[in-house]
């Protein structure tokens, strides 16, 4: 089937009804569909390079009217019982699921993902619904023992209002689920901006917030999308109708958002790049480092905020392990995404190809020695798509190329002597999102968690740096933006704490016992 066939049927299953020629609308709020003022913004499929669909994206002006929509409905939303909002979530959950292989398959289409990987990335939002649900029950705040007799202090955890959702390009629905999700629950409305690479993926999953809040006859206004690229990001993080961004994608995105919205003290939930590393321990079973490597290293094409970047192994066995990783990149399935058998698709586009040979070239300049791979593949892939096949390069430690995140599929070699060494090497980077150590000595892999090992929001021992659960919390340190979504705790980020204190007797005794007679 041709891909524009495709979108069609896609968009038949889903009940999007539009007509095949006509650019889509820029601007949802809830379910009116709002032709966009800006300009034309044409989406192709990393796949072969051809066009899947026209959006007419929303102007400035637009995005404050998906902000009005947003505002408008929260008093509504936020006096629903959080268990009923969970009602809501959990119907969402139930449409995901039906849709489960529809929603693949624009992933597929728009991300270039394979199946098995767009369909773990629809499982993510099924697993957070699954999560919300029970949470909705759960919103629990602390008492607190008073000074003061017959008093109790307590903490409420209330919602918080309109939350501006701005996501990145590769996890075109679950990045959006971890927030959206849990900010449903905690009471809040949602403006959602995605990538102006994935509005087709966004679209869809709109689509069911809509299908299940009609099934509830709930005001789908609670919901609503905004097409557009920077200038609608930074409409959203200046208005102050919206107390909470979260916004995923690069650092300096990051930076940007981060300085617009504390300019009106709004608040930031950031989730920026990352520069993965792992360890790997002369005792550690290579078997099973293998497999973790290539999984964590190559995984939709080195596209992974998570994706493991640079291998810090012990010089006694850099060769072996060196060599078993060339080995194994040989036998990689690298093709169009469509076809079952392929576990690598395409780069998201020729851009990322240019970064990725940049990188490699600044590798070589750095002293750095390609083991394998870094060329584009034109054979047995389909003509128009980017596909490549993944670098491994060798360097020396503490080189400035390997302190940066390059988008692509390309994994840095070095090796270390003492283990204090390895983990000098590992967190000497600006970033500190995802880490793994691979070991059998029990006392490295607790001293690789501990607080002179990883600086990272996640380390792993004896698993790779990416494919993290929902039911973890997921963040990093430092330039990856100290933000923290999805599992644990993350919720109370979507809601603002009230302390609560109440007097039940009939005096007012003040605090530190100060006495004000009047
Ligand atoms: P990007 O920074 O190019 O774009 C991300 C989003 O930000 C897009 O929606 C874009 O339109 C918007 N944007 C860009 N400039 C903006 C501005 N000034 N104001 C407001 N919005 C703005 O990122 P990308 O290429 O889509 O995604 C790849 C990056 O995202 C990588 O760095 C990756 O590591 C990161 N990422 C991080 C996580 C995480 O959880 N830490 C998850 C996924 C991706």
């Given at each position: 089937m041709k891909v524009r066939e495709s979108v069609a049927a896609l968009r038949k299953s889903l009940g999007i009804h539009h007509p095949s020629d006509a650019p889509f609308a820029g601007l949802v709020t809830g379910d009116r569909y709002v032709a966009g003022e800006g300009d034309i913004l044409s989406i192709a499929t990393p796949i072969d390079g051809s066009e899947l669909a026209r959006f007419k994206t929303a102007s400035a002006h637009q995005s404050c009217e998906a902000i009005r929509s947003a505002s408008d409905s929260y008093s509504f939303w936020r006096s629903i019982p959080a268990p009923q909002r969970g009602e809501l979530v959990r119907r969402i959950g139930n449409i995901a699921r039906e849709q489960k292989q529809t929603l693949a398959g624009f992933i597929t289409l728009e991300v270039g993902k394979t199946q098995q990987e767009a369909l773990g990335e629809v499982q993510e939002w099924i697993d957070v619904c699954d999560f919300a649900v029970g949470l909705s029950r759960q919103l629990h705040g602390l008492t607190v023992v008073s000074e003061r007799s017959q008093h109790r202090l307590m903490e409420q955890w209330l919602p918080l209002g309109p939350v501006g959702i701005i996501t990145a390009f590769n996890f075109p629905v679950a990045v959006w689920a971890w927030n959206a999700m849990l900010a449903l629950i905690c009471g809040d409305t949602l403006v959602w901006k995605p990538s102006e690479k994935t509005p087709l993926c966004a679209l869809a999953c709109h689509r069911v917030v809509q299908l299940a809040a009609e099934q509830l006859d709930i005001s789908p206004q609670i919901s609503n999308l905004v097409i557009g690229g920077a200038s609608v990001g930074q409409t959203i993080c200046e208005d102050d109708r919206i107390p909470l961004v979260s916004a995923t994608g690069s650092i300096p995105m990051g930076k940007k958002v981060a300085q617009t919205v504390a300019a009106r003290l709004g608040r930031t939930l950031l989730e920026l790049g990352g520069n993965n590393g792992m360890v790997i321990s002369p005792t550690a079973d290579l078997d099973l480092a293998l497999r973790a490597i290539v999984f964590a290293a190559v995984g939709t094409t080195g596209q992974r905020c998570t994706s493991l970047r640079r291998l810090i192994v012990h010089k006694t066995i850099l060769e072996r392990l060196s060599a078993a990783i060339a080995e194994s990149y040989q036998g990689l399935r690298i093709?169009?995404?469509?076809?079952?058998?392929?576990i690598i698709g395409p780069l998201i586009g020729e851009h990322s190809f240019l970064q990725m040979q940049e990188a490699l070239d600044q590798a070589r300049q750095q002293g750095g020695e390609l083991l394998c791979g870094g060329d584009r593949i034109t054979a047995k892939v389909p003509p128009g798509g980017v596909y490549v096949e993944p670098a491994l390069v060798k360097m020396p430690a503490q080189t400035d190329i390997v302190k940066q995140e390059t988008f692509a599929p390309i994994l840095y070699v070095m090796e270390y002597e003492e283990f204090a060494q390895a983990v000098q090497i590992h967190n000497d980077v600006p970033q500190g999102l995802s880490s793994a150590i691979f070991t059998e000595d029990m006392r490295e892999a607790e001293r690789f968690l501990s607080v002179n090992g990883s600086d990272c929001g996640i380390a792993n021992v004896n698993i790779g740096t990416s494919g993290a659960e929902i039911g973890g919390a997921f963040g990093g340190e430092k330039e990856t933006g100290r933000g923290r979504e999805s599992g644990t705790d993350s919720w109370r980020n979507y809601m603002r704490r009230a302390t609560n204190t109440i007097n039940y007797g009939d005096e007012l005794p003040l605090a530190q016992g100060i006495e004000f007679d009047i």
């Amino acid at each position: 089937m041709k891909v524009r066939e495709s979108v069609a049927a896609l968009r038949k299953s889903l009940g999007i009804h539009h007509p095949s020629d006509a650019p889509f609308a820029g601007l949802v709020t809830g379910d009116r569909y709002v032709a966009g003022e800006g300009d034309i913004l044409s989406i192709a499929t990393p796949i072969d390079g051809s066009e899947l669909a026209r959006f007419k994206t929303a102007s400035a002006h637009q995005s404050c009217e998906a902000i009005r929509s947003a505002s408008d409905s929260y008093s509504f939303w936020r006096s629903i019982p959080a268990p009923q909002r969970g009602e809501l979530v959990r119907r969402i959950g139930n449409i995901a699921r039906e849709q489960k292989q529809t929603l693949a398959g624009f992933i597929t289409l728009e991300v270039g993902k394979t199946q098995q990987e767009a369909l773990g990335e629809v499982q993510e939002w099924i697993d957070v619904c699954d999560f919300a649900v029970g949470l909705s029950r759960q919103l629990h705040g602390l008492t607190v023992v008073s000074e003061r007799s017959q008093h109790r202090l307590m903490e409420q955890w209330l919602p918080l209002g309109p939350v501006g959702i701005i996501t990145a390009f590769n996890f075109p629905v679950a990045v959006w689920a971890w927030n959206a999700m849990l900010a449903l629950i905690c009471g809040d409305t949602l403006v959602w901006k995605p990538s102006e690479k994935t509005p087709l993926c966004a679209l869809a999953c709109h689509r069911v917030v809509q299908l299940a809040a009609e099934q509830l006859d709930i005001s789908p206004q609670i919901s609503n999308l905004v097409i557009g690229g920077a200038s609608v990001g930074q409409t959203i993080c200046e208005d102050d109708r919206i107390p909470l961004v979260s916004a995923t994608g690069s650092i300096p995105m990051g930076k940007k958002v981060a300085q617009t919205v504390a300019a009106r003290l709004g608040r930031t939930l950031l989730e920026l790049g990352g520069n993965n590393g792992m360890v790997i321990s002369p005792t550690a079973d290579l078997d099973l480092a293998l497999r973790a490597i290539v999984f964590a290293a190559v995984g939709t094409t080195g596209q992974r905020c998570t994706s493991l970047r640079r291998l810090i192994v012990h010089k006694t066995i850099l060769e072996r392990l060196s060599a078993a990783i060339a080995e194994s990149y040989q036998g990689l399935r690298i093709g169009d995404p469509r076809e079952e058998t392929t576990i690598i698709g395409p780069l998201i586009g020729e851009h990322s190809f240019l970064q990725m040979q940049e990188a490699l070239d600044q590798a070589r300049q750095q002293g750095g020695e390609l083991l394998c791979g870094g060329d584009r593949i034109t054979a047995k892939v389909p003509p128009g798509g980017v596909y490549v096949e993944p670098a491994l390069v060798k360097m020396p430690a503490q080189t400035d190329i390997v302190k940066q995140e390059t988008f692509a599929p390309i994994l840095y070699v070095m090796e270390y002597e003492e283990f204090a060494q390895a983990v000098q090497i590992h967190n000497d980077v600006p970033q500190g999102l995802s880490s793994a150590i691979f070991t059998e000595d029990m006392r490295e892999a607790e001293r690789f968690l501990s607080v002179n090992g990883s600086d990272c929001g996640i380390a792993n021992v004896n698993i790779g740096t990416s494919g993290a659960e929902i039911g973890g919390a997921f963040g990093g340190e430092k330039e990856t933006g100290r933000g923290r979504e999805s599992g644990t705790d993350s919720w109370r980020n979507y809601m603002r704490r009230a302390t609560n204190t109440i007097n039940y007797g009939d005096e007012l005794p003040l605090a530190q016992g100060i006495e004000f007679d009047i």
